[in-house]
Structure formats: structure tokens, C-alpha cells
Nanobody, 126 residues
Framework: QLQLVESGGGLVQPGEPLRLSCTAS????????IGWFRQAPGKEREGVAC????????YYADSVKGRFTVSRDNAKNTVYLQIDSLKPEDTGVYSC???????????????????WGRGTQVTVSS
């Protein structure tokens, strides 16, 4: 069964960049659609970036367009989320998730997936 582990979170100053990683184990990542989800304090989880298995279709939530970039390296079994110009409102727990045979946009908008990592905390503060 696919297992996902996020890394790269931490305390970051506003305006700084950060790259999160989602690494798969026990199963190859290549067949899966992957999404990054964020849960800010006191708010519901939202899908911020999703990517198809061939690395050529992506979806971004309006709130992160232009600052977030999702990519994947199937050979390394890893998906990345590059966050530029971090803002305090980007603070939250970032989780990656995986599923089969779902449209990229649907995974992010419906906030649903078959497999989930435990998340990594990102705190943006000066």
C-alpha cells in the first residue's frame, strides 16, 4: 500500500521561499495523481496544487497561483511543492495525497484522495 511522507516544513520569514517534498514508499508513485493540501489554523483543508502522473497537467487554487509550483520526479518517487514569497496566511499543515484515475482539478477541488501523508507544518512569521 502506498505510503507518503512530507518533509521540508519549518519556520520561515515572510517573503522567503520554501520547497516541500512528498516521498512515496512501498509502491511506485508514477501511476498516481498527487495533490498538495493545506490546512490553516481554524480553517478547513483546501487543495492548493495538484499534478497528474505524467507531469504535464497541473491545477492551482486561485489563492496560490503565481507563487506555488508543483512538480514531480517519478524516478525519485517524489513530488515537490515550491512556494515563493511566503505570506503569513500560508501558515498551516501541508499534506500530500495520492489517487488513481481522477481529474487533477477534481482532486484539488473535492479535497479527496485515497492515500494521505501525515503532513508537515509550515509557519510563516517574522
Amino acid at each position: 500500500q502506498l505510503q507518503l511522507v512530507e518533509s521540508g516544513g519549518g519556520l520561515v520569514q515572510p517573503g522567503e521561499p520554501l520547497r516541500l517534498s512528498c516521498t512515496a514508499s512501498k509502491s511506485p508513485l508514477e501511476p498516481y495523481i498527487i495533490g498538495w493540501f493545506r490546512q490553516a489554523p481554524g480553517k478547513e483543508r483546501e487543495g492548493v496544487a495538484c499534478i497528474n502522473n505524467h507531469n504535464d497537467i497541473t491545477y492551482y487554487a486561485d489563492s496560490v497561483k503565481g507563487r506555488f509550483t508543483v512538480s514531480r520526479d517519478n524516478a525519485k518517487n517524489t513530488v515537490y511543492l515550491q512556494i515563493d514569497s511566503l505570506k503569513p496566511e500560508d501558515t498551516g499543515v501541508y499534506s500530500c495525497a495520492a489517487d488513481h484515475f481522477v481529474p487533477v482539478q477534481s482532486m484539488c477541488r473535492l479535497n479527496s484522495a485515497a492515500y494521505w501523508g501525515r503532513g508537515t507544518q509550515v509557519t510563516v512569521s517574522s
